[in-house]
């Protein structure tokens, strides 16, 4: 059982087609990352969030924290083929960030 | 220049054997991570040093042993390697711990025969 549960774990859609990444936990955390990473790359930072309720946007990606910090979203608008890739969330806990299950995204052009 | 390197990229090597992974960062930051990446794409954090102190050593096999000879360079270790060991390997670097962004490296792809 890993503590942070991402669903679709796999997503395949058309290009300019919207979609939503979810991040769940039972446990609460001080802060929440997202990440994508390539094939053959390491994982690049998108987005912090800290506050519960906190909402953030870059450019067409809109994250969302939980009110009880426990999970997020990420949604694309007008996804892309520039956005496939494996979407990571993960969350602080201590001084230590847990990784969450990964969402596969393919957008076909 | 590269933020996060890592060497080497690629690793094939006969079970039994000894192996070093080694990484550097040029960003200035004090704490550095090793972190492994299963097929399933699941991120698992190994260790992590701050300051070339461990501060976190999750439940690793002690086969794996870091060494961090100063704050810019975290290497890895692995004795005795195992089929099971085969994975992708991260490392990565931040300015702090919980709220700071880390960077990763390329990753080095071990494939134990």
């Known amino acids: 059982t890993q503590l942070l549960e991402q669903s679709p774990q796999f997503l395949s859609i058309q290009e300019g087609e919207n979609l939503t990444v979810y991040c769940n936990s039972s446990s609460v955390f001080s802060s929440l990352q997202w990440y994508r990473q390539e094939p053959g790359e390491g994982p690049v930072l998108l987005v912090t969030?800290?506050?519960?309720?906190e909402v953030k946007k870059l450019k067409r990606l809109t994250f969302q924290f939980g009110d009880a910090r426990k999970d997020s979203s990420l949604h694309i608008t007008a996804a892309q083929p520039g956005d496939t890739g494996l979407y990571l969330c993960a969350g602080a806990r201590g001084n230590q960030f847990y990784f969450g299950t990964g969402t596969s995204l393919t957008v076909i052009p | 220049d590269t933020a996060v390197s890592q060497t080497p990229k690629y690793l094939v090597t006969q079970m039994g054997n000894d192996k070093s992974i080694k990484c550097e960062q040029n960003l200035g930051h004090d704490t550095m991570y090793w972190y492994k990446q299963d097929s399933k794409k699941f991120l698992k954090i190994m260790f992590s040093y701050n300051n070339k102190e461990l501060i976190i050593n999750e439940t690793v096999p002690n086969r794996f042993s870091p060494k961090s000879p100063d704050k810019a360079h975290l290497n890895l270790h692995i004795n005795s390697l195992e089929l099971g060991d085969s994975a992708v390997y991260f490392c990565?670097?931040?300015?702090?711990?919980?709220?700071?962004?880390?960077?990763f490296g390329p990753g080095t792809r071990l494939t134990v025969l």
């Open positions: 969030v800290v506050t519960g309720g």
């Open positions: 990565a670097s931040s300015h702090g711990t919980s709220l700071y962004e880390q960077f």
